[in-house]
């Protein structure tokens, strides 16, 4: 049964996306410029579509300083508990420098309390001795787990040696790699509440007998040392800076559905905060989402001309409600054209449309396949409750799907039409975006 389950979500996905839809022509250059900005590397990414809106030089290796951190803190939630006890030994302490929180050898703080830390008061002592518990009291081992993560996340021009930022020729990322870690991380809820904090206080420990009040250095984000920089939408981030590195930043901002984070690296104390807004701003004002289900005709109400509606295959083949992409605001949903990947194929998904604009993928849509319930047949010898036959539900589950394949091949010859460059068009409806 499981097998012809998979058959036949294979048999609607290759006859229903068989090919690669798109528009009559060539796609018009509708992507917006960007803006000039003072910093050397860039990227604006929007998470829920992994859509890259805006780069520059975003696949030049940097050195990415203290927003290391937001690896080591995603990678610690992820192997450990928040009530965990993370005890600060010597290494922790004396091969750290730079920023931190005065902890002593032998402290003990909960994982919470520790990633805290490490992300508002970017307490690199915090950041050792989270990767030592993580690491089960090997340092190296969490090292190895953070370039596995990253290459998981599919970076390519990546490779970490510590877990703070500090300097080291062989620690180096870039604004790419670095904005796929993120979007990773925020997608984290444990990561979004930790990363969008204002202030947090650390408890007396065993070895401090006084709370420590700690604020987030994200001049964006928080108005502790200045309310220049604070922007509107912005939610959380993350601020680093070496002398090697210069100053570094992410941030992640909120709006209209969208989903932002950006990157700049090699940048100066004012540029990394003013390009930031300037960035987010023209991602805001050029680019909008659109749901794909809404958008894509093929799952109305129009009735055909054999008085069946299309909707009326959606029991057997659906596309995924929440599933959007982003374009530009001078684009139209049918300007893009759609590849279809089957990796994810299985016994409830047909198959993953991967819509484009031009060159440029603006974000995928999963195609999901229902189950087919087979009631007890009248006669079967097995009729009584105890199920059917093997042969009478091959039988039946053969005429579903004829009877599926005929309904997609009469609403694929009703829905799109055939161009003279040999593409499939897709209908749309403007008005669901």
């Given at each position: 049964?499981?097998?012809?389950k998979?058959i036949?979500?294979?048999?609607?996905?290759?006859?229903?996306f068989?090919?690669?839809w798109?528009?009559?022509?060539?796609?018009?250059?509708?992507?917006?410029s960007?803006p000039?900005?003072?910093?050397?590397?860039?990227?604006?990414m929007?998470?829920n579509?992994g859509t890259?809106?805006?780069?520059k030089?975003e696949h030049?290796k940097?050195?990415?300083?203290s927003?290391?951190?937001?690896?080591?803190?995603l990678?610690?939630?992820?192997?450990?508990s928040?009530?965990?006890?993370?005890?600060?030994?010597?290494?922790?302490?004396?091969?750290?420098?730079?920023?931190?929180?005065?902890?002593?050898?032998?402290?003990?703080?909960?994982?919470k309390?520790?990633?805290?830390a490490?992300?508002l008061?970017?307490a690199?002592?915090?950041?050792?001795?989270?990767?030592e518990h993580?690491g089960?009291?090997d340092?190296?081992?969490?090292?190895s787990m953070m370039?596995?993560?990253a290459?998981?996340?599919?970076c390519?021009?990546?490779?970490?040696?510590?877990?703070?930022?500090?300097p080291?020729?062989?620690h180096?990322?870039?604004?790419?790699d670095m904005?796929l870690?993120?979007?990773?991380?925020?997608?984290?809820?444990?990561?979004?509440?930790?990363v969008s904090?204002?202030?947090y206080?650390l408890p007396?420990?065993?070895?401090k007998?006084?709370?420590?009040?700690?604020?987030?250095?994200?001049?964006?984000?928080?108005?502790?040392r200045t309310?220049?920089?604070?922007?509107?939408y912005?939610i959380?981030?993350k601020?680093?800076?070496?002398?090697?590195?210069?100053?570094t930043l992410?941030?992640?901002a909120?709006?209209?559905g969208m989903?932002l984070?950006?990157?700049?690296?090699?940048?100066?104390p004012?540029s990394?905060?003013?390009?930031?807004?300037?960035?987010?701003?023209?991602?805001?004002?050029?680019?909008q989402?659109?749901n794909?289900?809404?958008?894509e005709?093929?799952?109305?109400?129009?009735?055909?001309?054999m008085?069946?509606?299309?909707?009326e295959?959606?029991p057997?083949?659906?596309i995924?409600?929440?599933?959007?992409i982003i374009l530009?605001?001078?684009?139209?949903f049918?300007?893009?054209q759609v590849e279809v990947n089957?990796?994810?194929?299985g016994d409830q998904?047909?198959g993953?449309l991967?819509?484009?604009?031009?060159d440029r993928?603006?974000?995928?849509?999963?195609?999901t396949?229902?189950?087919?319930?087979i009631?007890?047949y009248p006669f079967?010898d097995?009729?009584?409750?105890?199920g059917?036959?093997?042969?009478?539900?091959?039988?039946?589950i053969?005429?579903?799907?004829?009877?599926?394949?005929?309904?997609?091949l009469?609403?694929?010859?009703?829905?799109?039409?055939?161009?003279?460059?040999?593409?499939?068009?897709?209908?749309t409806?403007k008005?669901?975006?």
């Amino acid at each position: 049964m499981r097998k012809l389950k998979r058959i036949c979500c294979l048999l609607i996905a290759v006859l229903l996306f068989g090919g690669t839809w798109g528009m009559t022509a060539a796609a018009r250059d509708t992507w917006p410029s960007g803006p000039s900005i003072d910093s050397e590397c860039a990227i604006v990414m929007e998470v829920n579509t992994g859509t890259v809106l805006y780069g520059k030089k975003e696949h030049q290796k940097c050195y990415p300083a203290s927003i290391t951190k937001i690896l080591t803190t995603l990678l610690a939630l992820e192997n450990s508990s928040l009530d965990e006890t993370v005890t600060f030994s010597e290494d922790s302490i004396y091969n750290t420098e730079g920023s931190g929180v005065a902890r002593d050898i032998g402290e003990q703080l909960s994982m919470k309390d520790t990633l805290y830390a490490v992300m508002l008061e970017s307490a690199n002592e915090c950041a050792y001795a989270a990767a030592e518990h993580v690491g089960g009291g090997d340092y190296s081992k969490f090292i190895s787990m953070m370039n596995q993560k990253a290459k998981d996340l599919g970076c390519t021009d990546t490779h970490f040696t510590n877990a703070n930022g500090l300097p080291d020729e062989k620690h180096y990322t870039s604004c790419y790699d670095m904005a796929l870690i993120s979007k990773a991380a925020i997608e984290n809820d444990m990561f979004r509440k930790i990363v969008s904090t204002k202030t947090y206080t650390l408890p007396k420990t065993n070895k401090k007998d006084q709370e420590l009040v700690m604020y987030n250095h994200h001049k964006m984000i928080s108005n502790n040392r200045t309310s220049r920089y604070l922007y509107d939408y912005a939610i959380g981030g993350k601020t680093g800076y070496t002398n090697a590195a210069r100053n570094t930043l992410v941030t992640y901002a909120q709006k209209d559905g969208m989903l932002l984070v950006c990157v700049v690296m090699r940048s100066n104390p004012t540029s990394q905060y003013t390009d930031t807004e300037k960035l987010f701003n023209y991602c805001f004002d050029n680019f909008q989402m659109y749901n794909v289900s809404n958008s894509e005709t093929r799952y109305t109400d129009e009735t055909g001309d054999m008085g069946l509606r299309i909707n009326e295959i959606s029991p057997y083949a659906r596309i995924d409600s929440s599933a959007r992409i982003i374009l530009p605001k001078t684009a139209e949903f049918d300007e893009t054209q759609v590849e279809v990947n089957y990796d994810k194929a299985g016994d409830q998904t047909a198959g993953t449309l991967v819509y484009k604009l031009g060159d440029r993928t603006v974000g995928t849509a999963d195609v999901t396949v229902e189950d087919v319930q087979i009631e007890p047949y009248p006669f079967s010898d097995e009729a009584d409750g105890l199920g059917i036959s093997a042969p009478v539900k091959i039988i039946v589950i053969a005429a579903v799907c004829a009877a599926v394949v005929f309904l997609l091949l009469y609403f694929r010859k009703k829905n799109f039409r055939k161009n003279d460059t040999g593409y499939i068009e897709i209908k749309t409806d403007k008005r669901h975006r």
